[in-house]
């Protein structure tokens, strides 16, 4: 287990529904521990096991959804 954090800004987000559809998106990713999608925010906050999955895959996951990323951090 390497735990690591990541946030991601995402534009584009206007309800529950959206917040749900990315988080959804990114809680399906093996190796994710922990989602957290705030609308007022404009990010998600993503705790996952580096042995297992990737900044790369979860960023990549979000751009599959509807709404764009617009930060990394
Ligand atoms: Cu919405």
Same mark, same amino acid.
């Given at each position: +287990? #390497? @735990? $690591? =954090?990541? &946030?991601? $800004?995402?534009?584009? +987000?206007?309800?529950? *529904?959206? +917040? #749900? &559809?990315? *988080? $959804? @998106? %990114?809680?399906? %990713?093996?190796?994710? /521990? *922990? &989602?957290?999608?705030?609308?007022?925010? @404009? #990010?998600? @906050?993503? =705790?996952?096991?580096?042995?297992? /999955?990737?900044? =790369?895959? %979860?960023?990549?996951?979000? &751009?599959? /959804?509807?709404?764009?990323?617009?930060? %990394?951090?």
């Amino acid at each position: +287990m #390497n @735990k $690591q =954090e990541l &946030t991601i $800004q995402i534009e584009g +987000m206007s309800c529950g *529904h959206c +917040m #749900n &559809t990315v *988080h $959804q @998106k %990114i809680s399906s %990713i093996e190796g994710v /521990t *922990h &989602t957290d999608v705030s609308l007022s925010d @404009k #990010n998600a @906050k993503v =705790e996952y096991d580096a042995d297992t /999955t990737s900044r =790369e895959e %979860i960023v990549e996951a979000v &751009t599959e /959804t509807p709404f764009q990323v617009v930060g %990394i951090a």
